[in-house]
């Protein structure tokens, strides 16, 4: 038990840091598609809402 409960902070540190890259890149994704017109903001904000 002793094992388990010393690696948990540790997944749990790398299960944080994969979801703040991968927020990351997709707001850099984003981003960049919206400034060069290919989508829009109220894309954007309408895929947001109406995620599956």
Not at 33 to 51: E, K, Q
Request: proline content about 6%; cysteine-free; glycine content about 2%.
């Amino acid at each position: 038990m002793a094992a388990t409960e010393r690696r948990r902070p540790r997944s749990t540190a790398v299960l944080f840091m994969v979801v703040f890259v991968s927020m990351f890149v997709a707001k850099a994704i984003l981003t960049e598609l919206r400034d060069r017109g290919i989508i829009t903001t109220p894309v954007l904000v309408l895929a947001m809402v109406f995620r599956p």
